[in-house]
């Protein structure tokens, strides 16, 4: 599509499964400690803001939400 996507594939590069398809880019993906979600930065509404997936690619949403620029998230 042109913009950066998240998707997963086998370590031999044999699978290969898109988890973001919207507008904008998706990037900085990080797993959660219990594999369960991940966490991304996204553009997809015209500023960087930080989303939660659930690990199969489904369940987005966006937990920031304010006009500074968020990016780059990770697990603690």
Do not use: Q
Not at 39 to 57: E, F, K, Q
């Amino acid at each position: 599509s042109g913009y950066g996507a998240i998707c997963l594939m086998n370590r031999d590069g044999s699978f290969l499964a898109p988890l973001t398809f919207a507008e904008g880019e998706a990037l900085y993906p990080d797993f959660s400690p219990d594999g369960k979600e991940i966490v991304y930065a996204s553009n997809r509404h015209g500023n960087w803001n930080i989303y939660l997936m659930d690990s199969d690619g489904t369940n987005h949403r966006k937990i920031t939400r304010h006009p500074g620029i968020d990016w780059a998230p990770t697990w603690e």
